[in-house]
């Protein structure tokens, strides 16, 4: 089974930036994406980014797009996520996941098997 630590929480102001990664280890054949999500005290689990690591395919929820890239390093062992113009509304714990790669439903967490403990983002002034 996959090991993912995520890494770069903490506190932001509103309109700010932060940067989590995901140091990603003994991955098996069949994991072929992997994913962010994040859960809002209170609220379910959502996935808001997906990247396909065979080709680097980048998948975006919709309250992410244009404000979050997901990208991984060349040894394709770290996967980040670069956020930008936070909003309180952003604040969760945010984790990272390995699994197979469903292009109809990219985020869905039923495809990801393997998971991190998470890291806490609070976007608050």
């Known amino acids: 089974e996959a090991q993912l630590v995520e890494s770069g929480g903490g506190l932001v102001r509103p309109g700010g930036s932060l940067t989590l990664a995901c140091t990603v280890s003994?991955?098996?054949?069949?994991?072929?994406?992997i994913g962010w999500f994040r859960q809002p005290p209170g609220q379910l689990r959502e996935g808001i980014s997906t990247i396909d690591i065979r080709y680097g395919t980048a998948y975006y929820a919709d309250q992410v797009k244009g404000r979050f890239t997901i990208s991984t390093d060349n040894a394709k062992t770290t996967v980040y996520l670069q956020m930008s113009s936070l909003r309180p509304e952003d604040t969760a714990v945010y984790s990272c996941a390995a699994g197979e790669l469903v292009t109809a439903t990219p985020m869905l967490p039923l495809w990801f098997k393997s998971w991190g403990q998470g890291t806490q983002v609070t976007v608050s002034s």
């Open positions: 003994t991955l098996s054949n069949d994991d072929t994406a």
